[in-house]
């Protein structure tokens, strides 16, 4: 019996022991991992959100399933910033009077955000960002396990709701989502709706979240809408320039014989790259004739489309001649170091700072000028001293139609950014908002259905390589707010921000040999499009003997 109750008494013991040593090694597994102090749960129809205390995502739960998808090995913070060139995790997450707040350990940095929930979404907006000499902020970044593939049950997609966020991954079913704002554009108020809903629901709930966005283009026939607008099924013709109110019938019959139901009307010759003025020797009526062409072509059930060259603008635009805009873009300044009559001779212009860096090389694709910006006259160069006296030389006064004009010593010497043969707007400035507000008139008065921006690869010349993103998006928001009517638009680069106006893509330029496998490739290129719910084409063609 005493034997009995010893082991008894003994069995106990041994269990309660086992127990409490692995719940011990539970907890400090936890505890490593934040699983047992979740900083914050947040929820929308179909998902969960938690960021732990140690600021890693912790789930990101289809809660139908009760499948986490947040990729755990490796875990990752939440959130990150940069510093000299060193990036930050966040160490620390807490929830404070509703905001997550967000601790970068060694960056002495904090942030504090507003994460909500929605109905197939969780929408994460900057509030603060506090401390010196912050670079980036990714202020989402949740890694997933999954692919991103349409065979998968859930999807998960990140879209910025303002042109602050710069979102990478384009529209689709991603295996990251990620957002990340910056201090040129401002760090507060930048904002991401991060969609996790099942992958039959993602289009749906993309259309939701950008009608819910007010700083979002809402395009009927764009982005999330695409696939639903008739329009965007069609096929055009290049008109680069002779289609006047009298050619207008041979070039309907020309069309209906080949099958197609759109017309592009290409600038630069049918009318002026920048303020999109018509060709008066095309339309002497201006705008007024280029309608009349237009509306034939509707007459006749076909749509008619603008080809602009973006916001570049021509050297005969009212913003460079005869008095040339303050607003255009330059990329360097320097200061008269002699003073300059009104002489017409070609001359020297002497500055004070170095000219060693700068060139008279240009070209089509080339991002540089000729042309210097004195007061209210340009003067263009064809050599630069590579050593002192400094000076810009062989030079033609009054150019592009400017007067010719005496500046003092010390005046400002403005070197303007070119591409494409074209000046710039200041991004920074109104004129961007100018050049949008121009194009849209043409395209409002003359009934235009359609918009191909041309040239937008050129971007990067607005802000650097690193700001594209962001500028070109600008001109293409400015530009849509200002359409009477929704237009059929593609362009000729693509990012995350011009998925909500976008209609198609596929324009690539057309083959001059091996035909079939151009159409190969391409075909295989377009397989890819129904992931972004874009409608695909074969591109432009040019029939070559």
């Known amino acids: 019996m005493a034997a009995n109750q010893s082991h008894m008494n003994y069995s106990p013991i041994r269990f309660s022991l ?73 160490t620390a997450a807490s929830l404070t009077e509703g905001r997550l707040v967000l601790e970068f350990g060694g960056a002495g940095v904090s942030a504090a955000l507003k994460v909500v929930g929605a109905k197939h ?60 704002c910056y201090p040129r554009f401002g760090f507060a108020s930048a904002k991401v709706a991060l969609i996790g809903c099942p992958q039959k629901d993602l289009r749906r709930a993309m259309q939701e979240v950008v009608t819910a966005a007010p700083e979002l283009p809402h395009s009927p026939i764009g982005g999330p809408w695409a696939l639903d607008a008739e329009i965007n099924q069609g096929s055009y ?40 003025e018509p060709n008066p020797k095309t339309y002497p009526n201006g705008r007024a004739s280029l309608k009349a062409v237009v509306d034939k072509l509707h007459a006749a059930g076909l749509k008619a489309g603008l080809h602009t060259y973006a916001f570049f603008m021509d050297k005969k635009c009212p913003w460079v001649t005869p008095v040339p805009d ?141 700001n594209a993103w962001h500028y070109g998006s600008k001109f293409v928001f400015e530009l849509w707010k200002r359409l009477e009517r929704p237009a059929l638009m593609e362009m000729s680069t693509f990012h995350h921000h011009l998925w909500y106006v976008r209609s198609r893509m596929g324009a690539w330029d057309h083959p001059t040999r091996s035909h079939k496998r151009f159409i190969d490739i391409h075909s295989a290129a377009n397989a890819d499009g129904h992931r972004m719910f874009l409608p695909m084409h074969l591109g432009w063609w040019a029939v070559k003997t």
Request: glycine share 8%.
């Open 326 to 466: 303050a607003r255009l873009a330059k990329d360097a300044t320097f200061t008269l170091a002699e003073p300059l009559d009104d002489s017409t001779n070609k001359v020297s212009v002497f500055v004070t700072e170095p000219t060693g860096n700068m060139s008279a090389i240009t070209g089509f694709f080339v991002r540089n000028s000729v042309t210097l910006h004195v007061d209210d006259e340009l003067i263009t160069y064809s050599g630069a001293s590579k050593t002192a006296p400094y000076a810009f030389t062989n030079c033609q006064r009054g150019a592009w139609g400017t007067r010719v004009a005496p500046h003092a010593k010390g005046a400002k010497v403005h070197h303007l950014k070119e591409c494409f043969g074209l000046f710039v707007p200041d991004g920074d400035t109104t004129m961007l908002a100018d050049v949008a507000a121009a194009t849209a008139r043409t395209f409002n008065e003359c009934g235009f259905d359609m918009m191909y921006l041309d040239a937008l690869d050129g971007e990067d010349i607005l802000g650097g390589g690193e």
């Open 18 to 90: 086992f127990a409490v040593a692995s719940l011990t090694a539970l907890q400090l597994v936890a505890a490593e991992t934040g699983q047992m102090k979740p900083a914050l749960t947040v929820e929308s129809d179909s998902l969960r959100l938690v960021v732990g205390a140690n600021a890693h995502t912790l789930e990101f739960t289809d809660k139908s399933s009760g499948t986490n998808y947040c990729a755990r090995n490796p875990s990752v913070a939440f959130a990150r910033v940069k510093k000299a060139g060193k990036f930050f995790e966040a």
């Open 121 to 180: 979404s969780v929408a994460v907006e900057v509030l603060s960002v506090t401390g010196d000499g912050v670079e980036e902020f990714t202020f989402a970044d949740v890694p997933l396990t999954l692919k991103g593939a349409e065979e998968e049950p859930f999807a998960a997609c990140a879209l910025a709701l303002n042109l602050q966020t710069n979102v990478r991954e384009l529209p689709r079913a991603a295996s990251r989502l990620e957002a990340s």
């Open 237 to 276: 013709l290049f008109n680069f320039g002779d289609m006047s109110e009298d050619k207008a019938e041979d070039w309907i019959k020309l069309a209906r014989s080949l099958g197609l139901n759109q017309i592009d009307f290409h600038g630069g010759s049918s009318f002026r790259f920048g303020d999109c």
